[in-house]
């Protein structure tokens, strides 16, 4: 009986749905949900703390600043933690449910616990290095409706 139920479960489950491929150039600020695949082109650590001695569940922070792009531009990604030991220069890698934060007026590409970091096999494309989508400023704007 529990056999069978199960069957049934598993055939009223939908479908999923086959990742839309996102490129670079066509990120904007404040969206979400982006599955990309990207060449990490260079990974800088910024932060890293060590876990405090009296915080024994806590894992230390570790941040890092990778530069990561495709065949239309190139864009900051966080990383965080566990992610950063996967964000090796040179190194293509697949994001999924990525998002865009904005980081002291510019776009900065990150993955939270919703998402995830895939390392790939090596992509064919050619990197667009001189457009920098993180060196773009962005200014919130209020609009009043009259």
């Keep these: 009986m529990a056999s069978s139920n199960s069957n049934q479960q598993e055939e009223n489950k939908p479908a999923k749905r086959k990742p839309v491929f996102t490129k670079v150039d066509q990120l904007k600020p404040g969206t979400s949900g982006h599955t990309l695949v990207a060449k990490v082109l260079s990974s800088d650590t910024v932060v890293h703390k060590p876990r405090p001695s009296s915080a024994h569940n806590l894992r230390p922070t570790l941040i890092a600043e990778c530069l990561i792009g495709d065949d239309t531009g190139t ?8 992610q950063v030991d996967l964000m090796k220069a040179g190194t293509t890698v697949i994001l999924r449910n990525a998002k865009i934060d904005m980081f002291k007026g510019s776009m900065r590409l990150a993955v939270d616990k919703w ?16 457009n920098n989508l993180s060196l773009v400023e962005y200014e919130l704007v209020n609009v ?3």
Excluded: Q, S
């Excluded at 998402?115 to 001189?130: H, L, M, Y």
């Design 75 to 82: 864009i900051v990604f966080t990383a965080r933690n566990e």
């Design 115 to 130: 998402g995830r970091v895939e390392v790939t096999e090596p992509a064919t494309f050619v990197v667009k290095e001189d």
């Design 144 to 146: 009043v409706e009259e």
